[in-house]
């Protein structure tokens, strides 16, 4: 699989597009549940370009290795009041403007506080998927660490989003066995690996039709940033090490609309979902931590006319996040 164009060829059942984006149908304040080669988010280019998001410039701050105590200096400060709802009318204004489903889920870290945006079914997760390989890699050498052959090979999937690294991994993990079973002990309850890598009537590896809820995605991203019985610190030090550093053209999404300085630990994923590259199922994951702000967030679009659209509407959303949690 080359790291250019492509589709992956599929109607995705119960995610047509409606004209207009879902917007708030379910939002809750609450502590929620514990709930060739080269790169593709999973099939597309690499050079997919950092868009002008409203609220300030996308970027990628703080150096990687940073220890999570570190990089919550000043969002320790806060106290346990509680949060006004990121998903506001100025949300929901936007989205109106804008086509495809947008499912989203926000974790405060400090205040333990969530919200939802949408409700609508469990949307393929592209390259997203590639953390929860990850984890499940780390989970399964129970202490050890991984290889030096998996670490490169974990690098390359996380920092480039390359596939036949994460294909490799994939794997090496056990496939949808394996992360099915860490999925269960993480506390996941509406994802459901992919059965197939290499599936019929679609051109890119099959684990990025796993399918998954954002909330979900909280859920995984949770046992990376905070202490667990899964991961150990050392683990999700180095897990946060990679997500800090993704290839500078890939770094669009929740990083929309945060300053220069704050820390961003995120993944991307990205597909073409018919023959025509008209529907495009973009996806953005991660922490963001630093000026006041510590949190978690997780956006699934599907119904995208194009890559560049899709990106705008993450990274317009993630921006309007951002501003509502100062």
């Known amino acids: 699989m080359t790291s250019g164009a492509g589709g992956g060829r599929r109607t995705v059942a119960g995610a047509a597009v409606t004209g207009v984006a879902v917007i708030a149908l379910a939002v809750a304040a609450c502590g929620g549940p514990g709930s060739g080669s080269g790169s593709s988010g999973v099939g597309t280019s690499d050079s997919a370009a950092s868009p002008a998001a409203p609220g300030g410039a996308t970027s990628i701050g703080a150096p990687s290795g940073r220890a999570v105590a570190q990089q919550r200096t000043t969002a320790q400060q806060r106290t346990t009041a509680r949060q006004a709802d990121p998903f506001s ?3 929901q204004e936007y989205l109106v403007g804008r086509a495809g489903t947008v499912l989203a889920a926000v974790y405060d870290v400090q205040t333990g506080q969530s919200w939802q945006l949408g409700d609508g079914p469990a949307q393929d997760e592209a390259s997203v998927v590639k953390v929860d390989i990850l984890e499940t890699l780390l989970s399964e050498s129970d202490g050890a660490g991984l290889s030096a052959q998996s670490q490169s090979l974990a690098q390359q999937m996380i920092e480039d989003s390359d596939n036949d ?7 090496a993990a056990g496939g949808a066995d394996g992360l099915g079973a860490y999925n269960a002990q993480a506390g996941l309850t509406m994802t459901t690996p992919s059965p197939c890598v290499v599936c019929v009537d679609f051109p890119w590896p099959g684990w990025g039709l796993t399918t998954t809820v954002p909330y979900d995605q909280i859920t995984l991203l949770k046992r990376i940033i905070g202490p667990s019985s899964l991961l150990t610190s050392a683990e999700r ?3 946060l090490s990679l997500l800090e550093n993704v290839t500078p053209d890939q770094a669009w999404g929740i990083s929309g609309g945060v300053p220069a300085g704050v820390t961003v630990a995120l993944k991307n ?9 008209t529907d495009w199922q973009i996806n953005s994951e991660g922490w963001v931590s630093g000026d006041g702000r510590d949190y978690l967030i997780s956006v699934l679009t599907t119904g995208n006319p194009d890559e560049q659209y899709g990106i705008d509407t993450v990274s317009g959303l993630s921006a309007l996040v951002w501003t509502a949690l100062g």
């Open 165 to 171: 690294a994460a294909t490799a991994l994939w794997d």
């Open 269 to 277: 994923g990205w597909l073409p979902l018919n023959d025509d590259d």
């Open 237 to 239: 030090s180095y897990a």
């Open 89 to 91: 009318a100025a949300v």
